[in-house]
């Protein structure tokens, strides 16, 4: 790294923000082709390090993450139930920077220029791009259950982006009185993580079996399925009989409100007062998505599924929730997936290296009740419109004990190998 | 982890010049094919690595670096009859030509462990 580049690079930054970058491009920009990453998470943080490192440093990367240190939502369920400890699903951006040379920035990226071809930083410093990578992850639509607020989240917390609130959550389930109600709301499709929050209802259930063995916990679902149902439903009938009321929307007739003042949740069934809940509104993508022109009337970001290049602009790839990848389902391992392809096409159209078939894969795990574990995933193909599942597996209820550790024990070494493959 | 019971894939012995020749062409094209087999391979790892570590590590799945070809190839083959019984392999076996598995098993023989 020369005196030059770094004097120029902070110059460009703002005095007051060269304490928030880590790592530096090693030459001047106009030396090498230039790679812009918004999101440092599943998606952006897979892209980043694999452009780097694959094109061994013929392209100059950096990495815009508002974050520090990266709370995955992915296990977030597992802290929440007891299974792991919080700061074991935090991961910093080190070997990011020092091992792969990516340029990391932690500031928020405001705005894209897509003419100019430059990325607006809060800092109010410009980063131009030859190609850009967007992987912004999701936002909430706060008001789509009407009395739910961006600050209700406090009382009621969604904990459906990483971070700290999934803390909140534990504290709040922990503290709720003895043989109290827990209501959870779960988001409308499409949305992070299918199974999610049935491995956060099984988690929460957990908690109960063992602390507040009288509570219940209702689940007012605008969905009248659910992924792995009969695998949830089997196993939450064996290990908290009683405890769980899963209410489709044929049963509830929807839920038509919440009063977060005084946590009733009302349906046409019925009003239902909890004594701690968490309500997942439903979502779209990043908002530096929209704020830049790159989604479509669904709220999400149209791809071409070959190279995850936007519809709409040839020049950014969108890749992980914020992308339409259906029939992938939105998740850590699908943005982490889709990201290596971006990335393989990325840098076959900067340097001219190889490019071969795409290959996509996704698997979810989830975990029911200690060493019970249940999957869910597929292969897939670039179609031309979409990706395209080839093969697919999911688990089978009455499977042996044994099968369901292994399962559980395999999403463990899946948890540190995608880890790995993202920040080590 | 059972052991299969595996077949060792061995091309046959073919009777006759036209089997002959044929061999030799199977042959010739395998050896160029060879040649770009770890870059496939190594861009193929990628779907790979995420579970199976790179660097050897192994925790609830087992690690695949440094395997002699032959056994890696066997043990895909036998993922792909659903002769094992892992519905995860089952699925990427089933998703990979006998070449992509070939390039697989070069690229990870060619790995070392990290501590």
Redo the contacts between chains.
């Keep these: 790294m020369t005196n030059l580049s770094r004097r120029r690079f902070v110059k460009f930054l703002g005095a007051g923000t060269a304490a928030s970058v880590i790592g530096m491009p090693n030459v001047a920009r106009a030396a090498r082709p230039r790679v812009v990453v918004i999101g440092g998470g599943a998606g952006g943080g897979t892209a980043a390090k694999?452009i780097a490192r694959d094109s061994k440093g013929a392209i100059d990367v950096i990495l815009i993450e508002p974050s520090k240190k990266y709370y995955t939502c992915f296990f977030s369920n597992l802290y929440l139930g007891g299974f792991r400890d919080y700061a074991s699903i935090g991961h910093t951006y080190e070997n990011m920077a020092a091992k792969h040379n990516v340029g990391v920035i932690h500031e928020w990226a405001e705005m894209i220029d897509r003419d100019k071809k430059k990325v607006r930083l809060s800092s109010g410093a410009d980063i131009a791009y030859d190609r850009l990578i967007v992987s912004p992850g999701i936002d909430m639509k706060y008001d789509s259950v009407p009395g739910y607020s961006a600050e209700a989240q406090a009382v009621m917390p969604h904990a459906w982006k990483s971070g700290t609130q999934v803390q909140l959550l534990k504290a709040q389930v922990m503290a709720m009185k003895q043989g109290g109600t827990f209501v959870m709301v779960p988001p409308p499709n499409p949305f992070r993580c299918p199974p999610g929050p049935y491995e956060r209802i099984s988690m929460i259930a957990h908690l109960f079996k063992q602390h507040n063995p009288k509570a219940k916990i209702v689940v007012i679902d605008p969905k009248p399925k659910i992924s792995k149902q009969g695998l949830f439903q089997a196993g939450w009938e064996s290990y908290y009989p009683g405890m769980i009321e899963w209410l489709p929307p044929a049963v509830s007739g929807g839920l038509k409100e919440v009063d977060v003042s005084t946590m009733s949740f009302k349906t046409d069934l019925d009003t239902v007062k909890a004594d701690a809940a968490s309500l997942v509104p439903a979502q779209t993508a990043g908002r530096i998505a929209h704020k830049s022109g790159l989604t479509d009337a669904s709220g999400w970001c149209p791809i071409i599924p070959k190279t995850m290049q936007s519809a709409i602009d040839e020049n950014i790839h969108v890749i992980g929730d914020a992308s339409v990848a259906a029939a992938m389902p939105k998740s850590g391992?699908s943005a982490?997936?889709q990201a290596?392809v971006a990335a393989?096409a990325v840098r076959g159209a900067l340097t001219g290296s190889?490019v071969?078939d795409p290959?996509f894969?996704n698997?979810c795990w989830s975990l029911i009740a200690p060493n019970d574990g249940v999957?869910v995933?597929?292969?897939y193909k670039a179609g031309d419109k979409k990706i395209e599942p080839?093969?697919?597996?999911?688990?089978k209820t009455g499977e042996s004990a044994q099968l369901r550790k292994?399962t559980y024990?395999?999403?463990?070494?899946?948890y540190?190998?995608?880890t790995?493959?993202i920040f080590g | 982890m059972k052991t299969p019971n595996i077949k060792r894939h061995r091309d046959s012995a073919r009777g006759g010049v036209i089997g002959a020749i044929a061999f030799a062409v199977v042959i010739l094209a395998n050896s160029s094919a060879n040649a770009q087999d770890k870059?496939?391979g190594q861009?193929?790892s990628?779907?790979c690595?995420?579970?199976?570590?790179a660097?050897g590590?192994?925790?609830?799945?087992p690690a695949i670096i440094g395997w002699d070809s032959d056994s890696f190839v066997a043990i895909m083959d036998s993922y792909k009859k659903k002769e094992r019984e892992n519905?995860?392999m089952?699925?990427?076996a089933?998703?990979l030509s006998r070449e992509e598995i070939t390039a697989l098993a070069a690229y990870f023989g060619s790995l070392k462990s990290k501590p």
Excluded: P
């Design positions: 694999y391992f982490n997936s290596k393989m190889r071969f290959r894969a698997t999957k995933g597929a292969s080839a093969s697919t597996f999911i688990s292994e024990e395999e999403s463990v070494g899946w540190e190998g995608i790995t493959d | 870059e496939l861009y193929l990628g779907q690595i995420t579970c199976h570590q660097s590590k192994s925790n609830g799945i519905k995860v089952q699925t990427i089933a998703s």
